[in-house]
């Protein structure tokens, strides 16, 4: 029997893409990688090129120069495969009067091919899913920016793709429509979809994602764990990511500072009432357990340690300072 080929290891492969408008280089250079899986976002201010670039994955648009590939299949040149296997949710969608949630995502599945009892049972699971049921009857243009938005993203799983591109979807919720987002989100990362979602505000993504794209000016700046930005406290001198421990103590602190300069990997950042700020040169746990023990063994009563989560904000800021760029409004 033959074996299936084997899947291309990354999901999304974009590779050195430019897009040139008329008089704007909008894209420049950009190149990353997707994996299957992840929860990818795509971070940059305004006009920082994210719908471009999440145009051009979805096939609306085309690149200058350079090649995309979704799931191995060139985004130019096989645009119906990778349709298939994509859901894009736009900033703005358009809205129909007097129609209702239900026939509008009923409209949809007819137009995706669904029939009859399939169809049926398909536009049920998702108004499930999105929490669209109670709406069902509501018209279309009576609904709350949240409702809306949850009613695109129903539409959007209806083929159930396994790559979800969302522009801007958290912008203009509110807080509880935040929130349900979110928690769909969590939903689809935990059913294995990969979803790639942009945003020009860093908090509403930080938490959502395993991995985080910026981009400035066209160009990507920065691409990687968004745990590892928010753990990193800032660099030392060499430019080495630091960790910084908070670590509260009986007594006095003058003893662990003491520790601190004597122990390698480890440096004292500034006391506090009570304890002292220390960096850990590695995010390895072992090393600060290893640490922590050492430092009981040396006499030191810790009666509490945390390890300090950096603002993504900062660490954005931060970034693009390495990087010689002004952040934007
Ligand atoms: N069709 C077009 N013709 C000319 N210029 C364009 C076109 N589409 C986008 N641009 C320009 O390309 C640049 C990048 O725009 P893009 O919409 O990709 O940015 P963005 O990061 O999505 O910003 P926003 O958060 O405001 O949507 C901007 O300078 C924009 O004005």
Redesign the pocket.
């Known amino acids: 029997m033959n074996e299936p080929p084997p899947l291309p290891k990354a999901l999304v492969e974009v590779r050195d893409v430019d897009?040139v408008?008329?008089?704007?280089?909008?894209?420049r250079g950009l190149s990353f990688e997707i994996q299957r899986g992840q929860v990818v976002g795509f971070i940059?201010?305004?006009?920082?090129?994210?719908?471009?670039?999440?145009?051009m994955m979805a096939t609306l648009?085309l690149p200058t120069r350079g090649r995309i590939f979704i799931n191995g299949e060139d985004v130019v040149q096989e645009p119906e495969k990778v349709r298939r296997l994509i859901g894009w949710m736009p900033?703005n969608y358009g809205t129909y009067s007097y129609m209702t949630v239900f026939e509008y995502l009923d409209f949809f599945a007819r137009s995706y091919g669904f029939k009859k009892a399939e169809r049926t049972a398909r536009v049920k699971e998702v108004m499930d899913f999105a929490d669209l049921t109670v709406l069902a009857d509501r018209p279309m243009d009576k609904l709350s920016k949240g409702m809306g938005q949850r009613l695109c993203f129903g539409r959007m799983l209806l083929p159930d793709p396994e790559l979800l591109i969302l522009?801007?979807p958290a912008a203009g919720l509110d807080p509880k429509a935040r929130l349900e987002f979110k928690n769909l989100v969590r939903l689809l990362a935990q059913r294995g979809k990969t979803l790639f979602i942009?945003?020009?505000i860093l908090s509403e993504l930080g938490e959502m994602c395993d991995t985080l794209l910026f981009?400035d000016g066209?160009k990507l700046v920065y691409h990687g764990a968004s745990e590892t930005l928010k753990r990193g406290n800032g660099t030392d001198v060499h430019g080495a990511l630091q960790f910084v421990v908070d670590v509260t103590v009986l007594g006095s602190s003058e003893g662990l500072k003491e520790w601190a300069a004597l122990n390698e990997g480890w440096s004292f950042v500034e006391e506090r009432r009570g304890g002292v700020r220390l960096a850990l040169a590695s995010d390895d746990e072992m090393r600060l357990a290893a640490g922590l023990r050492k430092m009981g063994l040396g006499g030191i009563s810790v009666v509490e340690f945390r390890r300090e989560e950096r603002r993504l904000e900062d660490a954005f800021v931060e970034m693009l300072r390495k990087e010689g760029v002004k952040p934007k409004e």
């Open positions: 897009r408008f008329e008089n704007v280089h909008a894209v940059g201010a305004n006009g920082a090129g994210k719908t471009t670039t999440m145009r648009d900033d522009d801007e942009s945003s020009h981009i066209g």
